[in-house]
């Protein structure tokens, strides 16, 4: 297992990821000042955001049921509990938006090479 996000775990096949990208925000409130510059207060810790890319070859692995149910996790909005396969719990995250490009279509529309791009934010645990 390389990761899981609710009920949808990511595996070499047929559902896998090849990259992720993390982002830290902190959050601070600026004070202004005449003459010099302006003092920043903490004021916690703002966005944390991952965006997983990944591809599927459906006509050899599978893996377009996998990502109706990541489909369906977006469109619940009900926060996700994500965990990396080495057991790190990222904690509760909220799917925000799946980008899919299909490409070699087969007869029937169905992409042979699908890449993917899953955005998610963290979330309060529900």
């Given at each position: 297992m390389l990761m899981s996000i609710g009920s949808v775990v990511f595996e070499v096949a047929p559902f896998n990821?090849?990259?992720?990208?993390?982002?830290?925000?902190?959050?601070f409130a600026e004070k202004a000042v005449m003459g010099a510059e302006p003092p920043l207060?903490?004021?916690?810790?703002?966005?944390?955001?991952?965006?997983i890319q990944g591809r599927l070859f459906p006509k050899k692995f599978?893996?377009?049921d996998t990502m109706e149910k990541m489909h369906a996790q977006r469109i619940s909005?009900?926060?996700?509990?994500m965990m990396?396969?080495?057991?790190?719990?990222?904690?509760?995250?909220?799917?925000?938006?799946?980008?899919?490009a299909s490409q070699y279509l087969d007869e029937k529309g169905?992409?042979?090479v699908i890449e993917f791009t899953i955005s998610l934010r963290r979330a309060q645990k529900p």
């Open positions: 990821a090849h990259r992720i990208d993390y982002s830290a925000e902190t959050e207060e903490f004021v916690g810790e703002g966005a944390n955001t991952w965006e599978g893996g377009l909005g009900q926060p996700q509990y990396r396969g080495d057991g790190k719990a990222f904690g509760w995250v909220n799917i925000l938006s799946i980008t899919e169905v992409g042979q």
